[in-house]
């Protein structure tokens, strides 16, 4: 058994990561902790309850910071829709957050359990970085960390140098950098390289035709649109779900290399990801693992699998795809 805390700023592509878990029988998803990034924190809460909802579990959520350390919010409600969902219809009938208390969470849980848990981040830093001030060893307990975050090539998708998650919360990446614990970084390299959703995979996932695949297409029409018209891609690309994905099953990873990073926080760089390979940072040693290559179709499988199950214990009703891509 996998036992996850999943820490996430819940757009579209978050949902179809916290389905890839949730819909994992060897996956334990023992909380997921919100924080703002794609939308204010509260839209966040209500799409990460709603997936909960949809995947027929009660894990428990926890709302967390709803800014950025030392920043104004800028979120990513262009790509993702105001609601951070395309505006597509998603489960009503959800449950209530379980606290506000993420940051504690974050601590106690691997605290009580050490080397259990693997943690996976699919927004801003923000929380984690919070854990750290509280208790600077908090990153030692867990098993293991993946964090969505990061173009570690240079493109980004904000700027262009710098990815959102890091872009929105340079400081809290800062942060985790200095932790002294080294983490996983799947960068959006991964996502535009292996993880682009288009035809024939929209129609595969039409053909599946089960209310999670009809809800993993139309929550991400928005990006879609987002890519066609900014990013030039051809579909939509779901950076969080590779990373989930990656943290279930590491044997994704075909290549990856132990970097010693830093993020520039000043206003021109902001998020731009500097990697040290000079004979001093080797001796600092390694602070991130970042993935270069990933097996793109033991990706797309584990979504086609988590999709063929036909339940819906929410009874929400998908709209027709007649519109899509
Ligand atoms: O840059 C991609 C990341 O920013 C993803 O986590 C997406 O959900 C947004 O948070
Ligand atoms: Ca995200």
């Known amino acids: 058994m996998i036992d996850l805390i999943i820490d996430t700023d819940t757009g579209s592509d978050d949902a179809v990561a916290l389905m890839l878990a949730l819909g994992n029988p060897e996956v334990n998803v023992k909380a997921i902790t919100t924080v703002a990034g794609n939308v204010p924190v509260d839209f966040g809460s209500k799409n990460a ?30 790509v993702h829709g105001a609601d951070g969902m395309s505006g597509a219809p998603i489960p009503t009938n959800i449950p209530k957050l ?22 996976v981040t699919l927004g801003p830093l923000t929380n984690i970085a919070a854990a750290l001030f509280q208790d600077p060893n908090v990153l030692s307990y867990y098993k293991e960390i ?5 173009s570690p090539e240079g493109w980004g998708n ?17 942060v985790v950098l200095r932790s002294g614990t080294p983490i996983v970084m799947v960068g959006w ?36 649109k987002f890519c066609k018209e900014v990013t030039g891609i051809d579909g939509f ?13 590491p044997n994704l990873i075909t290549k990856s290399e132990l970097v010693r990073m830093d993020v520039a926080c000043d206003e021109f760089m902001r998020g731009t990801l ?17 993935i270069w290559e990933a097996d793109r179709e033991g990706f797309l499988n584990s979504l086609y699998e988590m999709c063929q199950d036909g339940s819906n ?9 007649d519109f899509y891509l």
């Open 49 to 78: 309850l709603a997936t909960v909802a949809l995947m027929g579990k009660n894990t428990p959520v926890y709302q967390g910071f709803d800014r950025p350390l030392m920043r104004d919010l800028h979120t990513a409600q262009n």
């Open 98 to 119: 379980s606290g506000f208390d993420a940051v504690n969470k974050l601590i106690e849980l691997p605290k009580a359990e050490p080397g259990k848990y693997t943690l």
């Open 146 to 150: 993946y964090c969505m975050a990061g």
């Open 158 to 174: 904000v700027t262009p140098s710098a990815e959102f998650n890091i872009w929105c919360d340079p400081e809290s990446f800062k």
């Open 189 to 224: 390299n991964i996502s535009r390289e292996y993880a682009v959703i288009a035809k024939p995979e929209t129609d595969n996932f039409k053909k599946i035709g089960t209310a999670r695949s009809n809800y993993l297409l139309d929550i991400n029409i928005q990006v879609a």
């Open 237 to 249: 690309d779901l950076p969080d779900p590779i990373t989930m994905a990656i943290a279930i099953n």
């Open 274 to 290: 500097i990697i040290d390979r000079s004979v001093a940072a080797q001796k600092l040693g390694p602070n991130v693992k970042v």
């Open 313 to 321: 214990p929410t009874g929400f009703t998908p709209r027709p795809l």
